[in-house]
């Protein structure tokens, strides 16, 4: 046999291996499949699919709001008329202080199964889990439709307002929390919340931005400020959208 | 001679089973990324600032009409038990019950937690009618969305605002303060009493 030969061997033995280890090795799950969340009164067992935009605090880091613009795909809720709920949502919050805002569309919790709502929450800074209030549209949402939802402060003075649009018009402002709210805040999330002892189902698409500047404008969830990451419960996923920055995903429950 | 030609024809087998495999499982991961079948949306066209000047003149735009008839008191009751329920407390004591407009009942619930903001809620369902009903109790709000890390909200006082014809729970209030619902009109007593 030639060196020639050998070497040739050589190659075809060593691909072949290489390719036979990566072929019939079995690709892991990257998720357990079972829903693990559930509703309890002793603590918030939830599940989330987000993207989480921590940022160190004022003044190095912080911001005036942010904006979602969301697409539900799908939803539905088995456990509806027991309580159980799932939202497609931004919440607007603070490392160092305990008080929110959020919005977005919420579907089950003694509605329907399948219908979808916009809807507004607040905790003030004082409430530490009290005084929470919450608004909910009898009208509803179509799948696949997208809706804008914007939290914002523009003029630091502590009242958080909540405006909702659909494909960028009919704007109007749904609400406006001006109670113990800071003036800035340094944390934002944005994605799917399960509440729910029954394994719901929901897909949907996110754009995200943050607003800060003078004048104030939309930034991208990655750029200046880069903290920006998933967070997945079992049974969730979420994905970043080929091609664009982490704020723009997809999630969906199962995976 | 032959056994050499068959080690390279198992090999040349192999290589190729394990590409292809290869190949499958990429292109199944592939097709599960890109199992979502809507576009990609957009951030807004118009600037923070815009929005918040255009938004205060803008109707909302899915508004439903009330029609059909008014709920009885006996079903407003079941509905405010089911939500009581859904909060971890199956026997809320002192439940009373007003009517009013909606906005009115929303604006009760902003000025029990303090929120004094103007514009508040303004075009939601303003001119709607709905029952305000409050109740007291041990109450922890596991089927609300709250941030991640953060607890359920918990309170001794529920106040619950559902739409007078359908029952949908528009407004939801948690705390430890009564809402002054006598402020709306007539109370009545559903249930339970200190």
Redesign the interface.
């Given at each position: 046999?030639t060196i020639c030969k050998r070497i040739a061997?050589c190659v075809?033995?060593s691909?072949?291996?290489?390719?036979?280890?990566?072929?019939?090795t079995p690709?892991a799950p990257a998720k357990a499949a079972t829903w693990k969340c559930y509703?309890?009164?002793?603590?918030?067992h939830?599940c989330?699919a987000?993207t989480?935009w921590d940022m160190v605090g004022c003044p190095k880091e912080c911001i005036?709001?942010g904006?979602a613009?969301?697409?539900t795909?799908s939803m539905d809720v088995p456990g509806w008329e027991?309580?159980?709920?799932v939202?497609n949502?931004l919440?607007v919050?603070s490392h160092t202080w305990?008080g929110?805002v959020?919005s977005?569309q919420?579907a089950g919790?003694?509605?329907s199964c399948c219908e979808i709502h916009r809807?507004e929450?607040a905790?003030?800074n004082y409430?530490k889990?009290?005084?929470?209030?919450?608004?909910?549209?009898?009208?509803?949402?179509k799948l696949?439709e997208?809706h804008?939802y914007?939290i914002?402060d523009?003029e630091y003075n502590g009242?958080w307002?909540v405006?909702w649009?659909?494909e960028?018009t009919?704007?109007?402002?749904?609400?406006?929390?001006?109670?113990?709210y800071s003036s800035s805040n340094d944390?934002l999330?944005a994605g799917l919340?399960g509440?729910a002892n029954t394994q719901p189902y929901n897909?949907g698409?996110?754009?995200?931005?943050g607003?800060w500047g003078e004048?104030?404008?939309?930034h991208?969830w990655e750029g200046a400020y880069s903290k920006a990451k998933f967070?997945e419960s079992p049974a969730t996923c979420i994905?970043q959208?080929?091609g664009?920055w982490i704020g723009?995903a997809?999630y969906?429950t199962p995976c | 001679m032959f056994q050499k030609r068959y080690l390279r024809g198992l090999l040349l087998i192999g290589a190729v089973a394990g590409i292809v495999m290869t190949s499958l499982q990429i292109a199944g991961a592939s097709a599960t990324s890109s199992s979502n079948t809507s576009p990609l949306p957009t951030i807004p066209s118009q600037s923070p600032s815009e929005i918040q000047a255009v938004a205060k003149e803008m109707p909302p735009n899915n508004e439903v009409p009330q029609s059909g008839p008014e709920l009885s008191l006996s079903q407003v009751q079941q509905i405010a038990l089911k939500y009581a329920k859904f909060a971890n407390e199956p026997n809320p004591d002192d439940m009373k019950v007003a009517q009013g407009l909606f906005v009115n009942e929303w604006n009760l619930v902003q000025k029990t937690v303090g929120n004094t903001s103007s514009g508040v809620s303004n075009e939601l369902g303003a001119a709607n009618s709905a029952f305000f009903v409050v109740m007291h109790g041990s109450f922890t709000l596991s089927d609300v969305p709250v941030p991640p890390g953060r607890k359920s909200p918990t309170g001794t006082v529920m106040g619950l605002i559902l739409d007078a014809h359908t029952g949908f729970p528009e407004g939801r209030y948690l705390g430890t303060t009564t809402p002054n619902i006598e402020s709306l009109g007539s109370v009545v007593q559903l249930g339970g009493s200190h």
């Amino acid at each position: 046999m030639t060196i020639c030969k050998r070497i040739a061997l050589c190659v075809l033995l060593s691909s072949a291996l290489t390719a036979m280890i990566i072929g019939f090795t079995p690709v892991a799950p990257a998720k357990a499949a079972t829903w693990k969340c559930y509703r309890s009164a002793e603590e918030n067992h939830h599940c989330y699919a987000l993207t989480e935009w921590d940022m160190v605090g004022c003044p190095k880091e912080c911001i005036q709001g942010g904006v979602a613009n969301i697409v539900t795909e799908s939803m539905d809720v088995p456990g509806w008329e027991s309580g159980d709920f799932v939202t497609n949502e931004l919440w607007v919050s603070s490392h160092t202080w305990p008080g929110w805002v959020e919005s977005g569309q919420i579907a089950g919790d003694g509605m329907s199964c399948c219908e979808i709502h916009r809807f507004e929450a607040a905790e003030p800074n004082y409430g530490k889990g009290k005084d929470f209030t919450m608004y909910i549209q009898p009208g509803t949402v179509k799948l696949k439709e997208a809706h804008d939802y914007v939290i914002q402060d523009l003029e630091y003075n502590g009242i958080w307002r909540v405006y909702w649009g659909q494909e960028n018009t009919d704007w109007y402002e749904a609400g406006a929390y001006n109670h113990e709210y800071s003036s800035s805040n340094d944390e934002l999330e944005a994605g799917l919340e399960g509440g729910a002892n029954t394994q719901p189902y929901n897909s949907g698409v996110q754009a995200l931005a943050g607003v800060w500047g003078e004048p104030p404008s939309w930034h991208p969830w990655e750029g200046a400020y880069s903290k920006a990451k998933f967070s997945e419960s079992p049974a969730t996923c979420i994905e970043q959208w080929p091609g664009s920055w982490i704020g723009n995903a997809f999630y969906h429950t199962p995976c | 001679m032959f056994q050499k030609r068959y080690l390279r024809g198992l090999l040349l087998i192999g290589a190729v089973a394990g590409i292809v495999m290869t190949s499958l499982q990429i292109a199944g991961a592939s097709a599960t990324s890109s199992s979502n079948t809507s576009p990609l949306p957009t951030i807004p066209s118009q600037s923070p600032s815009e929005i918040q000047a255009v938004a205060k003149e803008m109707p909302p735009n899915n508004e439903v009409p009330q029609s059909g008839p008014e709920l009885s008191l006996s079903q407003v009751q079941q509905i405010a038990l089911k939500y009581a329920k859904f909060a971890n407390e199956p026997n809320p004591d002192d439940m009373k019950v007003a009517q009013g407009l909606f906005v009115n009942e929303w604006n009760l619930v902003q000025k029990t937690v303090g929120n004094t903001s103007s514009g508040v809620s303004n075009e939601l369902g303003a001119a709607n009618s709905a029952f305000f009903v409050v109740m007291h109790g041990s109450f922890t709000l596991s089927d609300v969305p709250v941030p991640p890390g953060r607890k359920s909200p918990t309170g001794t006082v529920m106040g619950l605002i559902l739409d007078a014809h359908t029952g949908f729970p528009e407004g939801r209030y948690l705390g430890t303060t009564t809402p002054n619902i006598e402020s709306l009109g007539s109370v009545v007593q559903l249930g339970g009493s200190h």
